[in-house]
């Protein structure tokens, strides 16, 4: 027994040091730039217009609520977050709900004029306007009307209950009433230089090239000891698309934070002095979509279940370095109160395949394309340019089917080529990602007038399924209407879910409180609390040179 002790005292006087050093609070050293590569470029930085994740909306503009790292609402411009146990959720008996912000004292815009409860009340009227083409309108026409009886007060009033309400509108951002109001919001100077109550200042905007972002020197929060945040003195988002580029950019310390870098590149960094690869769980999820408005026998289910039964999901993984996770649902497993782990899913069967496409007709030509009436199952599938992961999944998949007698030409664009093409349904196959909010709204992609669903895929049956997952606020039922939401797209089709999305993020290993946000709010949200150590503490990687 006395060995025993002695032993462990050993371990404990060998690892003292190093848990004290582990252990202490590292001081925070503020300023510096970072410099930071996106993938692709840039169309706006207005939040509701934009079509890709706003990274640098982020860092500028905020919201009432937002979500952390854990994908749970906290408030940011609100002093809390609304709920029904706090009172600020009231229902009424006719389905009504009213939602009271109180929102904090003493934030200034970035020009500074006072933020108060008109700036809430305009960007519900300034979104919801049918001039404005909005990328996102999501959740203003729930709304019916809001009060603001104080400076800091707004009450939403809602036509009905609406479970995602965190998720939508005021959590993007609030637009500042005495820049905006009566301006035509489609062509505004504010769409290249926002000015938002955030951390961060747009100082100026290269399209194709880079934006650089100021510290906000009036910015209202504080860290725990008092310091006023945001502690780097500057960002510098460079547009990156190749991924080739990319790699050698952040070998030669050009870059301080890589967000979403290609699962291969990851592979390939791992272990670089100076660099960190980063983890993060994600509420994304790759994807294989089918055009309705494109060639009849796409609109066929027996030859989307031929597809599906023709790709190995497995293969899919490998090739991905093995860090996403096979999929059956578009619901990822990470939100355990709403993903079905029993909703059925199509195996990978290639002889089911061709059966099914004999048995329906399709017969094989002398080049092994099938085809049926004179139509050929000879389409173009389209992924985005530079992101390599997604173009070799497409490449696995035009082998794939090729062995079921279907032939594929890609037909890749890019970035904001691309977005035009999903968002009009201007292709026949299309391979992709979405990521959601914490609360997700699945009617944005799938219902017959969501303002995501490019692909005109119509259902009666799913749009009752997601109103009613959308407008429940107690959990077992929520539970059941996502069930049923699964099970129709597992049985229609309009979509493949195939791998889960995961966040893998290079950082220099100087940069101090990042953590990645596995929600379509980036990593971003957080950036006021990042910082960089002295390179005299690390690695010989700098956090990046401004343009």
């Keep these: 027994m006395a060995s025993l002790t002695l032993w462990h005292l050993s371990w404990v006087l060998m690892l003292s040091p190093l848990l004290a050093t582990r252990c202490a609070a590292e001081a925070v050293h503020p300023g510096g730039t970072l410099t930071v590569a ?14 890709f994740l706003g990274d640098v909306e982020a860092a500028v503009v905020e919201g009432l609520v ?12 609100a002093t809390t977050v609304p709920t029904i146990g706090n009172g600020g959720i009231v229902l009424d008996p006719d389905g009504r709900m009213h939602v009271t912000y109180h929102l904090r004292a003493g934030v200034c815009w970035q020009d500074g004029a006072p933020f108060t409860a008109a700036d809430v009340k305009f960007t519900w009227e300034a979104v919801r306007d049918p001039a404005f083409l909005a990328e996102s309108k999501d959740g203003s026409e729930d709304i019916e009307g809001i009060d603001t009886p104080d400076d800091l007060t707004v009450v939403v009033n809602y036509r009905h209950s609406s479970a995602a309400f965190a998720s939508t509108l005021f959590t993007f951002g609030i637009l500042p009433r005495h820049l905006l109001l009566g301006h035509d919001l489609n062509h505004d100077p504010y769409n290249t ?3 938002g109550t955030g951390p961060f200042m747009v100082r100026e905007f290269r399209r194709g090239e880079y934006v650089a972002l100021d510290r906000n020197p009036h910015y209202w929060q504080h860290d725990s000891e ?28 050009e870059i301080g934070l890589a967000p979403l870098i290609p699962y291969m590149l990851a592979k390939q960094l791992q272990g670089t002095r100076g660099i960190e690869i980063v983890r993060g769980p994600s509420l994304g999820w790759e994807h294989l979509d089918f055009s309705f408005k494109g060639p009849p026998a796409l609109r066929d289910p027996t030859v989307r279940r031929a597809i599906a039964q023709a790709i190995d999901r497995r293969i899919l993984v490998r090739a991905a370095g093995g860090f996403p996770l096979p999929i059956r649902s578009v619901v990822v497993p990470t939100l355990t ?5 029993m909703v059925p899913v199509l195996a990978y069967d290639p002889a089911q395949a061709n059966r ?11 080049d092994g394309i099938r085809a049926r009436d004179g139509q050929r199952l000879s389409f173009s599938i389209t992924a985005q340019t530079g992101q390599i992961d997604d173009e070799i999944a497409e490449q696995i998949i035009i082998a794939e089917l090729r062995a079921i007698g279907i032939r594929l030409s890609a037909d890749n664009k890019s970035g904001i080529s691309f977005r035009q093409a999903r968002y009009r349904g201007a292709y026949d196959l299309l391979y992709g990602r979405w990521v959601t909010a914490a609360d997700p ?6 219902g017959t007038h969501g303002p995501n669903n490019g692909q005109g895929y119509a259902s009666p049956e799913l749009d009752e399924a997601m109103r009613r997952l959308e407008t429940e606020m107690h959990p077992e039922p929520r539970r059941q209407d996502a069930a049923a939401m699964q099970a129709i797209l597992a049985r229609d089709l309009p979509t493949i879910p195939l791998l889960s999305t995961v966040s893998v993020n290079a950082r220099s290993d100087r940069l101090r409180g990042y953590v990645p946000n596995p929600t379509n709010m980036t990593d971003f949200v957080g950036a006021a609390s990042w910082w960089l150590a002295p390179a005299s503490m690390t690695a010989t990687l700098s956090g990046g040179r401004a343009p």
Excluded at 337 to 341: A, G, I, K, T, V
Excluded at 441 to 446: A, E, G, K, L, N
């Design 193 to 195: 230089r926002p000015i």
């Design 441 to 446: 709204v699945y009617s944005v992609f799938y």
């Design 337 to 341: 109160d709403l993903y079905d782990p």
């Design 66 to 77: 937002a979500p952390d790292s854990q994908a749970r609402y906290r408030p940011v411009l």
């Design 226 to 253: 008092g310091r006023q945040l945001p502690y780097l003195d500057r960002i510098v988002f460079r547009i990156v698309p190749d991924s080739n580029t990319l790699g050698t950019l952040i070998r030669a310390g």
């Design 356 to 366: 099914l496409l004999d048995d329906a007709g399709y017969a094989r030509g002398p």
């Design 38 to 51: 996106l993938s692709y470029d840039l169309d706006t930085l207005n939040v509701y217009a934009t079509g």
